[in-house]
């Protein structure tokens, strides 16, 4: 690693809300777009199912979520670290909004190209949002608060899942798909509404003033070979990828499955898809708040929990492939989402205080590129396994033996780094 974060008194959640007004108002901004984020989720996958009966179909869907930003990730990590964040963030809702309104008009099956066009459209603005989300925590944030930062932001996300897919669901199965599609539109333009709030601590750092496309380029390789020189920090980056290619993007695409062929509730399967989803919100918000109340912000610490959130996913995955009743597969469902926010919230943690400030944007823009590339491959793969002879509780069990290759590589390096210290 490239830096060694001093030691700082951490900051607790409340104290950071209360007296850090920028943060307060990035918060608010992420809960209600997060909210109609994950109506959008529910309905989408829900209205394909529905439109076309197909797994595969559902399994393209999560493929375009995924590759969509994945071409815009190189220029949207230079864009994080050059131009001014807040005004990236406020720009890409207020696009979105628009984006996501036109969803209205898919009305039957001949119009899937059209939600396939849309989510294109809506997730390559969105491959800008997340690097510069990320990249402007430590612009705002104040002595011992990132860790803290890093974490409510990550269980906000988690939480927005859980209602956000609950609520959607619940809609969607009481009330029919569209009106999920308002809301987001509403939601984008709330947060966009409340990121304006934000006044910038001091004018953001930009690589150079030469904006020309060909120092864009230069930019853009000078972060690829940042994280060749460091493969301590490449490594850590690859991990949400690999764990996305192993289980967990291929496991959104089985819930719809199971939603719709196994354990139906509400229209579409809506309600009991919405239950998982919600299920693993709060899993994927819990377990890194409650891990690090055990772990800090230590970086060694935060690299054991990492070796329990992986087994925890393994674990949660093994005990839904029996698909034995809808209350097992929503407790393993939770089980599985523990893992996997400890997992996703220290992995962004050992980034923000290893890597250096000014390659922040195209370091997270790489991880986000590698995360879209191996979503939206599981994704294809699983979306034509169920449209094969293969069975949805055969899919699973490969998908839980495939998720011991990330935990025995991250359990290796963790093992290899005390011994080293030792």
């Known amino acids: 690693m490239t830096a060694n974060p001093t030691a700082q008194a951490a900051v607790g959640y ?10 307060r ?11 109609g984020d994950w109506f959008n989720l529910v309905a989408s996958a829900a209205l394909v199912g529905m439109l076309t009966q197909s797994g595969l179909a559902v399994g393209s869907l999560f493929v375009v979520r995924m590759l969509a930003p994945l071409f815009i990730s190189p220029v ?28 209205l008009l898919v009305r039957d099956a001949g ?62 199965g009481a009330w029919g798909i569209y009106p999920a599609f308002l809301l987001d539109t509403l939601t984008f333009l709330l947060s966009a509404a409340l990121l304006m709030q934000i006044r910038m601590p001091a004018a953001p750092a930009t690589l150079s003033t030469e904006k020309t496309i060909a120092a864009g380029l230069r930019q853009y390789i000078d972060g690829l070979k940042y994280l060749y020189r460091h493969p301590n920090i490449l490594f850590v980056a690859s991990q949400k990828a690999l764990n996305s290619l192993c289980l967990t993007a291929g496991f959104q695409v089985v819930m719809v499955a199971i939603s719709q062929q196994v354990f139906t509730v509400g229209e579409g399967g809506g309600i009991s898809l919405g239950l998982m989803f919600g299920l693993m919100g709060v899993g994927t918000g819990i377990g890194p708040i409650l891990a690090r109340k055990l772990t800090g912000d230590d970086g060694p610490t935060l690299r054991k929990a990492m070796v329990v959130g992986f087994l925890l996913s393994s674990l949660g995955s093994a005990a839904t492939a029996p698909l034995l009743n809808l209350p097992v597969v929503l407790l393993a469902t939770f089980v599985r989402g523990v893992g996997g926010g400890i997992v996703w919230v220290f992995c962004t943690q050992l980034l923000l205080q290893n890597v250096a400030r000014a390659v922040h944007g195209r370091v997270f ?22 449209d094969s ?15 011991l290759v990330p935990m025995t590589l991250w359990t290796l ?8 210290a030792g």
Do not use: H
């Open 14 to 23: 409340t104290d950071l809300l209360r007296n850090n007004r920028n943060f």
């Open 25 to 35: 108002y990035l918060w608010f901004g992420q809960i209600v777009s997060l909210l």
């Open 76 to 103: 949207a990590g230079v864009a994080a670290d050059r131009y001014n964040r807040k005004q990236i963030l406020i720009a890409t809702d207020v696009v979105r909004a628009a984006v996501v309104l036109a969803f």
């Open 111 to 172: 119009d899937v190209w059209l939600l396939y066009a849309l989510t294109a459209a809506q997730f390559c603005v969105s491959g800008f949002f997340y690097p510069a989300r990320n990249s402007i925590l430590p612009e705002l944030a104040r002595e011992g608060e990132l860790g803290a930062m890093n974490a409510i932001s990550s269980a906000t996300w988690s939480t927005m899942l859980a209602l956000g897919a609950a609520l959607g669901g619940l809609v969607a």
């Open 365 to 386: 823009a790489t991880e986000f590129m590698f995360i879209y590339l191996a979503s939206a491959l599981a994704s294809s793969v699983v979306g034509a396994a169920l």
């Open 389 to 403: 002879s293969f069975s949805i509780a055969g899919i699973i069990w490969s998908m839980t033996a495939l998720s």
């Open 413 to 420: 390096s963790v093992v290899r780094g005390s011994r080293k």
